[in-house]
């Protein structure tokens, strides 16, 4: 296929108000629909190598961001480098990337956050081959809370088939400073008030949005197949004085030995970092955490396992 050609089938896919930004080695395809309608909350920007084709179908990652679930979108309103730092950045390391907006609570319910993910992830499988994408190989990543959806994501496997989304697709899941334990965030004051903020009365009691929950009463209850993460290489990150973060990823990891059939559940924990300083400085080339994620990805997305 020739670059032409391959503008082309871009154009198809992006439409006419999606704008688009070249870096030094990318391409970003702003504002581009994930799901249908024109919810501005329902899209990604999808960052490329601005290289010639014909070249080998790359990997993709989905990348969802924090903001307590409250607040928070792809373009950050305060830092505007946030998060396409993170899209530009893995897009040179040799992966295409798209970077997403959620809806944000409370103006929907927990668990419309988590099929926003799913939508996009069968967005990019549909799409995928048209941006060099490869549909088989999605890495789902996030910070903060965007990392807790989407661990939720593939901790249930009926978002991804709702969503019409191929559960096998999706090939790793990297959480930076995630929350998984609800239970061990409600037991602070500020702990409580973010989850009152963002979750009803009813699904903090029930804990169906906690994952570390989710995991174990799935195998309590024999039904730890329908866990796609059981299937997935896992990297959790955390770093130093992340309030108790790091203590669930412990907490995740302990869960998910017990189903993950790859045994591949990696903790890695960064004490000269804060909660924000993990993707702040994303893109700067020796920066820790997004080396890690990248040899991470390279191994079980790139080179298979």
């Known amino acids: 296929i020739t670059q032409h050609s391959k503008r082309i089938l871009l154009r198809a896919i992006i439409p006419k108000s999606t704008s688009r930004v070249k870096s030094t080695a990318t391409y970003a395809f702003k504002n581009i629909q994930y799901f249908k309608g024109s919810n501005p909350k329902h899209q990604l ?125 999706v090939k790793a899941f990297v959480g930076m400073s995630g929350i998984y334990d609800f239970e061990r965030l409600a037991s602070s ?45 896992v990297l959790l990150m955390s770093a130093g004085n992340d309030f108790h973060l790091d203590q669930d990823a412990e907490c995740f990891k302990e869960a998910l030995k017990n189903v993950n059939t790859k045994n591949i559940v990696e903790i890695k924990h960064y004490r000269k970092e804060n909660h924000f300083s993990l993707i702040l400085d994303f893109e700067k080339e020796n920066n820790a955490v997004r080396n890690d994620i990248v040899a991470f990805l390279k191994t079980y997305l790139r080179d298979g396992i």
């Open 45 to 169: 920007d999808l960052y490329v190598q601005a290289r010639n084709f014909p070249r080998k179908p790359q990997p993709v990652v989905i990348f969802c961001h924090g903001g307590s679930w409250i607040r928070g979108d792809r373009n950050h309103p305060i830092v505007p480098k946030l998060y396409g730092n993170v899209g530009e950045a893995l897009t040179r390391d040799g992966f295409v990337c798209a970077v997403i907006s959620y809806r944000l609570a409370p103006s929907v319910k927990h668990p419309e956050q988590v099929r926003d993910i799913a939508r996009a992830v069968e967005w990019v499988q549909s799409n995928a081959r048209k941006f060099g994408g490869c549909p088989e190989k999605i890495a789902l990543v996030g910070h903060s809370a965007g990392a807790h959806l989407a661990s939720l994501c593939v901790a249930d496997d009926s978002f991804l088939m709702e969503a019409g989304a191929s559960i096998s697709s």
């Open 189 to 233: 004051f500020p702990g409580k008030l973010l989850l009152e903020a963002a979750f009803s009365e009813e699904i903090l009691s029930s804990k169906e949005a906690s994952p570390v929950h989710v995991v174990r009463k799935a195998i309590g209850s024999n039904k730890g197949h329908r866990l796609p993460i059981r299937n997935l290489p």
